[in-house]
């Protein structure tokens, strides 16, 4: 059996490999890594231990965003992380409104893991909306994402009362700054 410091140093790495090319939106273009890195942190942070959950937050965005297949993270993570990343993955096909009334019509069927994630990648994006916005987006356009978030948030069953207080929280801040 893997110790979970080797699992998750291994999620961290192959995240870092496959997001090494990109860049957060904001002002100062952050390297991407920042953002699975942060919501990983989320979770430990609110005590959240399975390493097959941290890892899953880590590699959160390979399968949307990199070239990564998911039979490359069955192979290399094993199913059950596979499979949360999948259920986090929106389909790239579709039109962006549509993914995004999607994010919020599937989170009631989030298995345990992927909704812990999914409300810790919404914790960091709400933060990142907050104070390191992309530098072109209107007062408009940041508070509806904040309304959006909350209404993907609002479906999922999240087992963990500290991450629900926590969005509560930067979704509280986010309204107050913006
Ligand atoms: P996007 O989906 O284009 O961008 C938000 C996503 O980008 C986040 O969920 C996050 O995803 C990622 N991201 C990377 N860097 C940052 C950062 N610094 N801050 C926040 N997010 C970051 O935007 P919207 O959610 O607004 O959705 C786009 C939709 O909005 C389209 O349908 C478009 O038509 C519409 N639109 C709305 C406008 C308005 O004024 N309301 C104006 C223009 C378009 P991840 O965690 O996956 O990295
Ligand atoms: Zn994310």
Redesign the pocket.
Known sequence: MEEPSALILRATKFAALKHRDQRRKDHVASPYII??VT?ANELTQAGVTDPEVIAAALL??TLEDTETAPAELAEVFGERVCSMVQELTDDKALPKQERKRLQIEHAPELSSGAALVKIC?KI??VTDVTHSPPPDWSRERRMAYLDWAASVVAGCKVDNDQLKQRFVDVLARGRECI
């Open positions: 953002h699975p919501v959160h965005d990648d960091a994006n």
